[in-house]
């Protein structure tokens, strides 16, 4: 066996076995391979030359599977089947084990989380057990449903019994519970005799309901919103219209609308008739309710701020299910870690990990722009009913903090890479007040206005500048002037001489944030220069400016060439504008260059390296970077021409008895799309 390998395995009766050194010691563990995808350990295999005569205790099916290398834990799992060899010589049992992350398809349950659909709501005379007649539900009532609300009317000239009844009722399914309901309703007004009554229930035909409130239609007035919490959380609401005087005819219609009708399961999920449901919340609710074996520790899971409007799965599902679909949302890494954490996070935006060329790499992707989009649009069906789209664009008013930083941006070498031009005194500045960020500022004392002085530099730090990027310089800046207004702070940048963005205005007695924007012409450093100018002010004033800033954008292959590249998105779903907006930045954020794809052999311990740091990492260790970013730094980046180029680890198949780890790098920028469809398919929104 590969040398530091220990595979871990545990008896039904909880006894933990070592193979090879517990049962059958002495026979090692022969061809060991491990893999992990972006979910966490996947798949294991190994053999052992044992007689498949036996029943090993230790080789059950679902035995849990525990893999250390060199003491490091770097993979987790079960045994799913073992194939046995028992022929001649070759007598073996092979051993095939699946990732600790299958436990998440072990268990379905069935969960309304945030139910907006007013479409769940049905008739309550086409319950088998509603109590219809004279006096109860009425076949004189009208329900429709057009227009993304639902009314129930008595119309003019119909006659009524007292207590008929006209309702609508909602099914949150047989192991669901509720526990909050909001409604948004428009009445009629005019109807002292007509009673509208909410409640809940555990049947279908109202035996025991509770009544949460009930009032005549011009106690309710025209329109208003009310909420209600169900302690019992019960799995039946009832919205009902009844007349309460004795017998009679119509003289006008009567009705209510509900706008609106949202059913929660946990009155946490709801704030102000709103849904405050997060990504997050679920993925720790499903993780409890849908597993039994992971750890308990839910500290690697990071909240998301997006509230989901609508959350109502028409089956059971899996806990795997549930949180990929709500990840359309955000297109975040969750997995299961060979530590038995669950992990939901951001993807990461640096990489941890750096190979050289001793590390070779079968690129995929070259030339490939087919997942490179400049907009995106999103169809779907608003609350309302009504067919919708949302256009949204990638933003070149997006910016990143970029990799290249003016020198000494706030004083923190004094004034090293700044000079002052005639008529000015640059100095570094500790007093209170005088700069805005940090420990110190920058100082000019402008003793000749009106013509003024800047303060300049072309001292930068970090890569060279790329040709064709757009940069956005920030900084802060204040003037204090002995007297009235007057004085003009003011900003320019130059490139081999020539000027390309200046920014100014009358300056205050406070510091503001100042900014130049351009595109970069070569790769010759700019020059930035800031100060400021009387015009017309008379006496000596002082800029102070410190916190300088760089970001830039870099634009899409396809903004280079001059044109646009839109994807639209079926997603065959209800969502309200703001869910379709946040799947579709979510969407571009993912495809805004070609990702790196390809294999990546990794031959030895010792080849990649951890970054920053650089300390040697083992081959195994790789099973536990799917998702991290690494950097090939012998490769050239051909959009940008810098050296190394990043991708992101897709994948990783160890074999053990090489010690040799195959890497498969790809962005997995596809998934969204599966998201998008599996959330459709869960909460029963797929339209025709």
């Keep these: 066996m590969t040398r530091g390998l220990v595979i871990r395995t545990r008896e039904l009766g909880g006894k933990i076995v070592a193979l090879g050194t517990d049962a059958a010691r002495g026979i090692t563990v022969e061809e060991p391979d491990f893999q992990s995808d972006d979910a966490g350990p996947s798949v294991g295999t190994f053999t052992l030359k044992r007689s498949p005569r036996v029943q090993w205790m230790d080789l059950r099916a679902f035995a849990p599977i525990v893999v250390t290398q060199r003491g490091v834990p770097i993979w987790r799992g ?402 204090i002037a002995p007297v009235g207004p007057g004085p003009v702070w003011r900003a320019m940048l130059s490139v081999d001489g020539v000027p390309l963005a200046s920014a100014g205005t009358v300056g205050t007695d406070a510091f503001g944030q100042g900014a130049l924007d351009w595109v970069q012409p070569s790769t010759t450093a700019p020059v930035i220069a800031i100060g400021g100018g009387g015009y017309g002010y008379a006496s000596a004033f002082n800029v102070f400016f410190d916190n300088l800033v760089m970001l830039e954008s870099v634009p899409t292959i396809v903004n280079r060439w001059g044109f646009r590249r839109t994807k639209v998105l079926e997603t065959g779903m209800v969502l309200t504008t703001a869910g379709a907006i946040q799947i579709a930045d979510t969407f571009l954020a993912s495809h805004r260059s070609t990702p790196l794809r390809g294999t990546l052999v990794v031959p030895g311990d010792g080849l990649a390296r951890r970054s920053p740091g650089g300390q040697g990492m083992l081959c195994a260790e790789l099973l536990n970077c799917t998702g991290e970013l690494v950097r090939l730094r012998h490769l050239v980046d051909p959009e940008t021409g810098k050296i190394g180029r990043i991708g992101r680890i897709a994948s990783v198949d160890w074999d053990a008895a090489a010690n040799v780890a195959s890497i498969e790098i790809d962005s997995t920028t596809k998934n969204i799309e599966a998201m998008l469809a599996r959330l459709a398919l869960i909460t029963g929104q797929v339209r025709g």
């Design 78 to 479: 079960r045994i799913k089947q073992t194939p046995m060899t028992d022929g001649g010589l070759a007598r073996q049992i092979g051993v095939l084990c699946e990732g600790q992350q299958f436990h998440l398809d072990d268990d379905p349950f069935e969960r309304v989380y945030v139910d907006a659909d007013l479409g769940r709501w049905k008739d309550w005379r086409s319950s088998t057990e509603s109590p219809l007649g004279a006096g109860l539900v009425s076949a004189n009532g009208l329900v429709t449903a057009e227009g993304g609300s639902i009314t129930l009317a008595f119309g003019k000239g119909v006659v009524l019994t007292t207590n008929d009844t006209v309702a609508v009722l909602y099914d949150a399914g047989p192991a669901a519970a509720l526990r909050r309901w909001t409604i948004w309703l428009q009445t009629s007004n005019n109807a002292a005799y007509m009673a509208l009554y909410f409640s809940h229930m555990a049947n279908e035909n109202a035996a025991g309901a509770t009544v949460l409130q009930s009032q005549t239609l011009t106690a309710w007035g025209a329109g208003t919103g009310v909420s209600y919490t169900i302690p019992a959380g019960n799995r039946y609401l009832l919205a009902q219209m009844q007349y309460t005087d004795p017998g009679g005819t119509l003289g006008v219609d009567v009705w209510v609308r509900f706008m609106q009708m949202i059913e929660y399961a946990e009155t946490a999920y709801e704030t102000s008739n709103a849904s405050v449901l997060k990504a997050s919340d679920v993925v720790g609710d499903a993780l409890n309710r849908g597993t039994m074996l992971l750890s308990s520790d839910r500290s690697l899971i990071v909240p998301t701020s997006f509230s989901i409007p609508d959350l109502a799965p028409a089956t059971p599902v899996t806990a795997r299910e549930l949180i990929s679909a709500v990840n359309a949302y955000h297109r975040y890494q969750f997995r299961v870690r060979a530590d038995n954490r669950p992990e939901f996070r951001p993807y990461p935006s640096k990489p941890v990990i750096e190979v050289g060329s001793e590390c070779a790499f079968a690129e995929a992707s070259a030339g490939d722009a087919s997942e490179v989009y400049t907009g995106v649009i999103v169809a779907y069906t608003d609350p309302a009913g009504v067919e919708q789209r949302v256009y949204r664009s990638q933003q070149s008013s997006t910016y990143q903090t970029s990799a290249t930083q003016p020198t000494n941006p706030g004083a923190e070498a004094a004034t090293t890479g700044w000079a002052a031009s005639a008529g000015g005194t640059l100095t570094r500045t500790t007093v209170g007040g005088e700069f805005s960020n940090g420990v110190a500022g920058f100082k000019l004392a402008i003793a000749s206005p009106p013509g003024g002085a800047e303060a300049s530099s072309s001292a930068w730090s970090g890569s060279p500048f790329v040709p064709g990027r757009a940069h956005r310089l920030t900084f802060d800046v204040r003037i």
